[in-house]
């Protein structure tokens, strides 16, 4: 159990488009979604919190019209990367907190999304 | 946001060895959580501790929440090639707020 996916795991894309992430929560429900960069050979760093039905929260020093997120169900969180641009290149990573059945809100983590912007 | 402090940073260790490594921090949390994460991919919850002192085992891993309420250290014995990865600990305070730690980057020799 507690199950979370991510697609695509890996894109290239071109300066100047957008690329949308998806995460997924498989066999629970998930109220809250976070999203995480990492840089190579670091720590994941909160990027924003996203509670379905409502506005993320952002992390101070996160645009949030550069990085779109959408909670639209119990399972489904996207983010989008605006107008992406080289320095955007990452590990971009979600992880999902069980709605029901978990102790203390432990978060599940996704696969993971390697960005690479040209 | 805010990062516990997680050490040591990185260790070579031959197989077989034992090793140890922990995560501190000026303020109190109430959960620890222990994360494995290979190249490449998500972090996967290894053990999760929710009380002070506590003692937790996964197979030939054990961690342990601090009797502060702000540190915690994982055992990994008998260290084979598979424990290669980074490891990194997780708190959870108050008010659900999630803080990770450094990362241990930990390298076994066959």
């Known amino acids: 159990g507690a199950v979370v996916s991510q697609h695509p795991s890996r894109v290239i894309c071109k300066s100047g488009t957008s690329v949308k992430i998806e995460c997924r929560s498989l066999?629970?429900?998930?109220?809250?979604m976070f999203w995480y960069r990492q840089f190579p050979k670091q720590s994941l760093m909160l990027m924003a919190t996203?509670?379905?039905?409502?506005?993320?929260?952002?992390e101070q020093g996160v645009e949030k019209d550069k990085f779109l997120i959408n909670h639209a169900s119990l399972t489904l969180s996207t983010l989008t990367v605006t107008s992406a641009h080289p320095e955007d290149s990452s590990f971009y990573i979600c992880?999902?907190?069980?709605?029901?059945?978990?102790?203390?809100?432990?978060?599940?983590f996704g696969p993971g999304t390697r960005l690479t912007v040209l | 946001g805010q990062q516990l402090n997680q050490s040591p940073q990185s260790m070579f260790i031959q197989e077989g060895e034992d090793v140890s490594m922990n995560c501190t921090s000026s303020?109190?949390?109430?959960?620890w959580l222990w994360y494995k994460q290979d190249p490449g991919e998500g972090p996967v919850l290894l053990i999760a501790?929710?009380?002070?002192?506590e003692l937790t085992s996964n197979g030939r891993l054990t961690a342990q929440f601090g009797i502060t309420r702000k540190d915690s250290f994982l055992n990994i014995s008998a260290s084979i090639p598979s424990d290669v990865g980074i490891y990194f600990c997780?708190?959870?305070?108050?008010?659900?707020?999630?803080?990770f730690g450094t990362g241990t980057s930990l390298t076994v020799i066959p």
């Open positions: 501790l929710y009380k002070a002192g």
């Open positions: 997780a708190g959870i305070r108050t008010g659900n707020q999630f803080y």
């Open positions: 066999d629970f429900q998930a109220t809250t």
């Open positions: 303020s109190i949390f109430n959960t």
């Open positions: 992880s999902a907190e069980g709605l029901a059945g978990f102790s203390y809100n432990e978060q599940f």
């Open positions: 996203s509670n379905e039905g409502s506005k993320a929260t952002y």
